[in-house]
């Protein structure tokens, strides 16, 4: 039987539940608005950690780990787990891997990732090749912040367009058979790159990727938006937010009644953040917590999660290069 | 049906065909052993282009057309691509993909990234979720010292354990329907760190995990090491090699008579490469070229092909830790 469905979306055959979900914040993110979703909150950004490095290693294996245990099963009942982080080879998910010692698939999608493992992961499961798989995700403010930008201690001054990296690591549990919320349909997002070449501007880089792949969704499923509850981006904050919502008026589609940024929603407005949140982390908390919470609950019975990836490094910036940009949507539906 | 077999690997029900390949070298490796087996050999490592990572991408561009061209297809019947490089952040593979217009996931297995691009793009096809994948990847021994290690035009004099990055990248169409050799097994490797610290012993640091793959993809398919012509692996070089057969034989199992590694089959001994060849596109030229062509030849009936990949980085090294490594491991058979 075919999946694919139009010119890039799958159409699940057997759709995975999404069985469990954990996250893990530092202290910005637990002071904000989504506090009571998540499952730990860390007093400070490095812990008993040598290294902002480590500690992100230490979030993502916790966060693994915690949803394997929510799922009520065992770490060795994993078939694969799938994962990746934002750091140079990522290092936060390698070493954090090193423990958990099951069949491992590294990704590279920026903040992009949760939607691509939660798609590989389900092509793994509806393809007939487990029974179960692990999708984990993290960034860390921090260790971001001196690997793209400046020492994180030099406390540069943000711009206005600027987001936050999410200092957090989320867990999920796709499985075969189960109960609760499934991931039925995916669209496999292409490179678009508009040519914006400023680092602190990811939100309007990212925002035509994402119109491209939520356009290019519709038309493969003929699902209009009104089709979904909500429809979530990951980490665009609140300029790319407006960008996505004007360009889609302009191909003459109204998304402001439900569609919303997961970048909009972690911290308060006083929290000083600029534009919003960023990072893997961000789609990755919001989803693992406060969205999966109301799925369970039947409050959203549909949504359209789409992450988005900034794809660029300080080796392309220092080259003037312009940000190539990628986003992946994944439907999950309640019964 | 259920394809997963033993704890690791995939037995693929409707097994891919490798329905065309290329590659695209620098001019070390033209001068090398398998000069006659690249499909174009460039003159100078960077070409018309303004950096050695510019140049990386536009090989990998140029190997995932070519090889596409190759297939006689056109882009636009690719389902997907899958595709990563060394860079930090794939920089090579984001670039790359821009102008090819394909539905795209971004991988890091480092130099396992051949293997582990070939195996996700099988699942993918198996499972029924397309009919075309190209898989792609690249590594360019100027851009990756400079990354890695130290600013290439110093010159650092390399210790004798040391390996070669390959300036290449290579292009592979998996079809779900077609002719040619097939990929019919797969075995998803776990980390392995045995504690090595030294980023120039790649090799040795690797050779655990490519042994704890192979031992896996024995246990799991029942398959024995003679029942491959020959079994591959990426990157080791002869240090590397040497301890892989070492570690086998440990375990009782003899594979000198049918075991090679790539890295120690692209330069020649003059060329001062030390132990050998690294980086994604050293099983990449290599499968993509001679061993491609023995395999269509039928000098080459069933081969075991390991990526194996060395997944530090600069500030892990920097923060005094060791080398988590990998190997996926895929059977590919002609009829």
């Given at each position: 039987m075919q999946k694919k469905q139009g010119k890039q979306s799958i159409v699940f055959a057997v759709p995975p539940y999404v069985t469990g979900t954990?996250?893990?914040?530092?202290?910005?993110?637990?002071?904000?608005?989504?506090?009571?979703?998540y499952d730990k909150i860390?007093?400070?950004?490095?812990?008993?950690?040598?290294?902002?490095?480590?500690?992100?290693?230490?979030?993502?294996?916790?966060?693994?780990k915690?949803?394997?245990?929510?799922?009520s099963s065992q770490m060795d009942e994993i078939d694969y787990i799938l994962a990746g982080d934002l750091l140079n080879q990522l290092m936060s998910t390698?070493?954090?891997?090193?423990?958990?010692?099951?069949p491992f698939l590294g990704l590279y999608g920026a903040c992009s990732t949760l939607a691509e493992g939660l798609l590989l992961g389900s092509v793994l499961l509806d393809?007939?090749?487990?029974?179960?798989?692990?999708?984990?995700?993290?960034?860390?403010?921090?260790a971001a912040e001196r690997q793209y930008r400046f020492p994180t201690e030099q406390g540069v001054q943000r711009p206005p367009i600027s987001q936050w990296t999410v200092t957090g690591a989320a867990g999920t549990v796709l499985s075969l058979t189960g109960q609760g919320p499934r991931i039925t349909v995916a669209t496999v997002g292409k490179i678009v790159d508009l040519g914006i070449k400023d680092p602190n501007a990811m939100g309007p880089a990212m925002a035509p990727a994402a119109v491209d792949t939520l356009w290019q969704?519709?038309?493969?499923?003929?699902?209009?938006?009104a089709y979904y509850d909500m429809i979530y981006t990951g980490d665009l904050g609140r300029v790319g937010k407006k960008l996505v919502i004007q360009l889609m008026q302009e191909k003459g589609l109204d998304i402001t009644a439900n569609y919303e940024d997961c970048g909009c929603m972690i911290y308060r407005g006083e929290q000083d953040t600029q534009s919003g949140a960023s990072g893997c982390a961000s789609s990755g908390i919001v989803f693992t917590g406060y969205l999966y919470r109301q799925l369970q609950a039947g409050?959203?019975?549909?949504?359209?999660l789409m992450g988005t990836g900034s794809l660029?490094?300080?080796?392309?910036y220092q080259q003037k290069e312009s940000i190539p940009c990628i986003a992946h949507a994944v439907a999950i539906e309640a019964e």
């Open positions: 954990a996250n893990i914040v530092g202290p910005m993110e637990g002071q904000g608005l989504l506090a009571s979703y860390m007093e400070d950004t490095i812990g008993q950690h040598p290294s902002w490095e480590k500690c992100e290693s230490f979030m993502l294996e916790w966060a693994v915690e949803a394997v245990a929510k799922d390698h070493f954090a891997m090193r423990s958990l010692g099951r393809g007939g090749f487990g029974n179960k798989v692990a999708v984990g995700v993290s960034s860390h403010h921090d969704h519709i038309q493969d499923t003929g699902r209009q938006p409050n959203l019975k549909k949504i359209l660029h490094s300080t080796t392309s």
